[in-house]
């Protein structure tokens, strides 16, 4: 098997140039390499490409080598884990099969939408295997298609020859089902794999805190938090997002649930200072925005962390409830919750906070790879 030895001692994941010492000759893009300490021992195994930004993807650690089978047992943990301990069939259809490092699959996200198993792959290693990868899936989560989506800008800097491959197919959008609520799900032209399954459990959540309350779901995407909100009993719910053909479809779930929503194509930073010169506040206001930061050194995504709560915190009523999240794995949960308290400091506003979440438990984080907690939600009431 190709090695790779380490400069640096890490148990990170993801392995940076300048940590990586010699390679031998025959590690090809995408191999599985066994990784040396920087004292030559047997340290893990991982998937090598030169060619990307990071490397060195560490999947497991040990003296022992392993081999492809690794990852049909790893598939086989993963359907483990959702569909035995924590029974995620009896109360949805929808939720990530595959969670990338965290299930020891660099590389690979798979969310399982009925019979349907929509991939993103985000590296070459992981791109090369889905011939077996792909039916290892459908046998484990009882699916029977699949999509497969990369993001050209990454199969550009990894070397993927395709942007499309023989088992995927070209999906017509599906209806999806979690905790009595249907939603409209299109794998094939949606973000990411057509549906964030991560804030399943947040938009329960959030429904029960809906019922009798005028609400704004800004960054609404296909309105899951504006139709758990409106079924739940909600006076009235109204919800921007930029995005038209994430409003349509929004639209659509609305229907589909029967219940009016005022859904509105938008900026929602454009839009909130125009209801803020109109006097405008609801009584629970969700910002739930995409992800604003792409490197530990992106202040500009900081800026709009700050400028999207400080314009969202202006829309919710004295002593109201404020939801507000942030999917960047860049900023830690107590970075996030500076950037709210500031921005609400800043209108001489104070938060009381009385939860703090992130994604289902479908979403595992790693110990050793503190960015797997990408998802942030903070639950306040707004005083002032």
Same mark, same amino acid.
């Given at each position: 098997?190709?090695? *790779?030895?380490?400069?640096?001692?890490?148990?990170?994941?993801?392995?940076?140039?300048?940590?990586? /010492?010699?390679?031998?000759?025959?590690?090809?893009?995408?191999?599985?390499?066994?990784?040396?300490?920087? &004292?030559?021992?047997?340290? /893990?195994?991982?998937?090598?490409?030169?060619?990307?930004?990071?490397?060195?993807?560490?999947?497991?650690?040990?003296?022992?080598?392993?081999?492809?089978?690794?990852?049909?047992?790893?598939?086989?943990?993963?359907?483990?884990?959702?569909?035995?301990?924590?029974?995620?069939? &009896?109360? =949805?259809?929808?939720?990530?099969? $595959?969670?990338?490092?965290?299930?020891?699959?660099?590389?690979?996200?798979?969310?399982?939408?009925?019979?349907?198993?929509? #991939?993103?792959? =985000?590296?070459?290693?992981?791109?090369?295997?889905?011939?077996?990868?792909?039916?290892?899936?459908?046998?484990?989560?009882? =699916?029977?298609?699949?999509?497969?989506?990369?993001?050209?800008?990454?199969?550009?800097?990894? /070397?993927?020859?395709?942007? =499309?491959?023989?088992?995927?197919?070209?999906?017509?959008?599906?209806?999806?089902?979690?905790? /009595?609520?249907?939603?409209?799900? !299109?794998?094939?032209?949606?973000?990411?794999?057509?549906?964030?399954?991560?804030?399943?459990?947040?938009?329960?959540?959030?429904?029960?805190?809906?019922?009798?309350?005028? *609400? #704004?779901?800004? @960054? @609404?995407?296909?309105?899951?938090?504006? *139709?758990?909100?409106?079924?739940?009993?909600?006076?009235?719910?109204?919800?921007?997002?930029?995005?038209?053909?994430? %409003?349509?479809?929004?639209?659509?779930?609305?229907?589909?649930?029967?219940?009016?929503?005022?859904?509105?194509?938008?900026?929602?930073?454009?839009?909130?200072?125009?209801?803020?010169?109109?006097?405008?506040?609801?009584?629970?206001? %969700?910002?739930?925005?995409?992800?604003?930061?792409?490197?530990? &050194?992106?202040?500009?995504?900081?800026?709009?962390?700050?400028?999207?709560?400080?314009?969202?915190?202006?829309?919710?009523?004295?002593?109201?409830?404020?939801?507000? @999240?942030?999917?960047?794995?860049?900023?830690?949960?107590?970075?996030?919750?500076?950037?709210?308290?500031?921005?609400?400091?800043?209108? !001489?506003?104070?938060?009381?906070?009385?939860?703090?979440?992130?994604?289902?438990?479908?979403?595992?984080?790693?110990?050793?790879?503190?960015?797997?907690?990408?998802?942030?939600?903070?639950? @306040?009431?707004? $005083?002032?």
């Amino acid at each position: 098997m190709p090695t *790779v030895r380490l400069k640096y001692f890490s148990y990170h994941p993801a392995i940076w140039p300048r940590m990586i /010492g010699e390679v031998t000759r025959d590690a090809k893009p995408g191999s599985l390499v066994q990784v040396l300490d920087k &004292e030559g021992k047997p340290f /893990g195994s991982a998937f090598w490409n030169p060619k990307a930004g990071m490397p060195l993807r560490v999947f497991a650690h040990g003296s022992e080598p392993v081999d492809e089978s690794f990852f049909l047992g790893a598939i086989q943990r993963a359907a483990s884990l959702r569909r035995e301990v924590m029974k995620l069939d &009896e109360t =949805t259809d929808a939720y990530r099969a $595959i969670h990338a490092d965290a299930d020891q699959m660099p590389g690979l996200v798979a969310d399982k939408f009925g019979k349907v198993m929509s #991939l993103e792959v =985000t590296n070459l290693a992981a791109y090369q295997r889905l011939d077996a990868w792909v039916p290892a899936l459908h046998e484990a989560f009882g =699916t029977e298609k699949a999509h497969i989506r990369v993001d050209p800008d990454l199969a550009r800097i990894e /070397g993927i020859p395709s942007l =499309t491959h023989s088992l995927s197919e070209k999906l017509r959008p599906l209806k999806i089902r979690e905790h /009595g609520v249907t939603f409209e799900v !299109d794998p094939s032209g949606g973000h990411k794999t057509g549906f964030f399954c991560d804030q399943r459990e947040n938009r329960k959540k959030f429904g029960e805190l809906a019922a009798g309350r005028s *609400v #704004l779901d800004l @960054c @609404c995407y296909t309105g899951g938090f504006s *139709v758990s909100a409106a079924l739940a009993g909600a006076e009235d719910v109204t919800a921007v997002d930029l995005d038209e053909n994430a %409003i349509e479809m929004a639209k659509r779930n609305g229907n589909i649930n029967q219940k009016r929503i005022k859904f509105t194509h938008g900026d929602a930073f454009t839009w909130a200072r125009t209801m803020i010169e109109n006097g405008r506040q609801w009584d629970l206001v %969700i910002a739930d925005p995409p992800k604003f930061i792409h490197g530990k &050194e992106d202040q500009l995504g900081h800026n709009k962390y700050h400028d999207l709560n400080k314009l969202a915190l202006q829309l919710v009523k004295p002593g109201g409830l404020f939801v507000t @999240c942030s999917c960047s794995g860049m900023l830690t949960a107590d970075e996030f919750e500076k950037i709210v308290v500031s921005a609400s400091h800043r209108q !001489d506003r104070r938060l009381q906070i009385f939860d703090r979440t992130g994604a289902g438990p479908d979403h595992p984080t790693l110990s050793n790879y503190p960015e797997s907690r990408y998802l942030k939600l903070l639950w @306040c009431r707004v $005083i002032g």
